[in-house]
């Protein structure tokens, strides 16, 4: 008995629908074409010579734009060799690295842990073709950390599930760690001023992207389509500016959002449910910056109970949101007036937040 029937497809034809914050704050599905993930599962290939002989690291989640196209169908482009990890345990992540990985693609936080934690220490990574980094920002401190303990840089990449989602590599030849590198094939790029007219050298405008990678469009959302593709540009909501190498450098967002450790977190839905809550009469979530994670969410919450603490919140918050999206650090205050921008970018009430 046959159990599946063979279906004709071309590159337009939607091949994934992977769900996506994007700019406007609410799940909606990116339908991702055939032609999207092949594009981007051969990024590896010519930029970086990813062939058959690799054995990849998998462990970024594959539900995960950035796991499915950059690690599983990379790999399986290329004929190569997948190692999967069953989440982040130490030592076997240890035991695996000592097998001979030659890819290994992950979020900043990975980095940071291979480069400070000590089950790491006698690793050697002279065997690695490549170290990519992404999800969020790459921190220098982990830069610098990992280059001193194993001798090797870490490329750091930028996309977005809308863009399948690679836009941008570092490349090992023009090395800049703090950019996100430039285009990869066959992606141009501009920069853009509210006016849509694109800016200078070293001008900070709008990241917006167009390409084979760009994704058909929102599922059933043709007005958010409308909103975040405009005569095919692919607008990010993300912040920056191209210096004179062309390398690309992210400065910030235009909406408010976090990402913390490559998920995209939405501080305005997470005080929609502290405003909920019966004994809460305010809140203000903002962004710490976190070497691990890139940054967490904190929050600023008025009480109108003082019998009201830290673990009912967070106890009420589990029953709404996956564990990143719960505040890390509560400080309760007064009143929303109390808080200071300048304080809180420069973390300079940091004692009085509690864990």
Known sequence: MQLWTYVDTDDHDTAVII?????????????????????????????????ASDVSLGLIPFFHAFGASQVMLTTLKCGGTL????????NNLAATLKRGISVITAVPKTFYALAR??????LDFRQVK????????????????FKTRFGKDIRQGYGLT????????????????????????GVEVRIVD???????????????????????????????????IRDGWLYTGDLGYRDERQNLVITGMKKEMLITSGYNVYPGEIESALRAHPQIAEAKVVG??????????????VRTHQSLDVESIKSFLSHK????????????????????????SAEADKAHWIV
Do not use: W
């Open 321 to 344: 949101f996956i564990h990143y999206k719960i505040p890390r650090r509560i400080k309760f205050i007064n009143s929303i007036s109390e808080i200071d921008d300048s304080s809180v």
């Open 194 to 228: 509210e006016q849509d007219r694109t800016v200078g050298c070293n001008e900070i405008g709008e990241l917006i992207f167009r390409g084979p990678n760009v994704m058909k469009g929102y599922y059933k959302r043709p007005v958010e389509t409308g909103e975040i």
């Open 19 to 51: 769900y996506s914050y994007g700019i406007h704050g609410y799940p909606m599905g990116a339908m991702l074409t055939h032609g999207n993930l092949n594009h981007n599962a051969g990024i590896f290939l010519t930029c970086f010579g990813v062939d």
């Open 83 to 90: 190692q999967l990890q069953n989440g982040m345990n130490i």
């Open 117 to 122: 934690h000590p089950a790491f220490k006698d």
């Open 130 to 145: 490549l170290l990519l980094s992404g999800g969020s920002c790459l921190p220098l401190t982990v830069y610098r950390d």
């Open 288 to 301: 710490l910056p976190d070497v691990m994670s890139g940054e967490v969410p904190a929050a600023y919450i």
């Open 162 to 185: 809308e863009a399948s989602p690679a836009c941008t590599m570092n490349r090992a030849e023009d090395l800049r760690p703090d950019s996100i590198g430039t285009t990869v094939s």
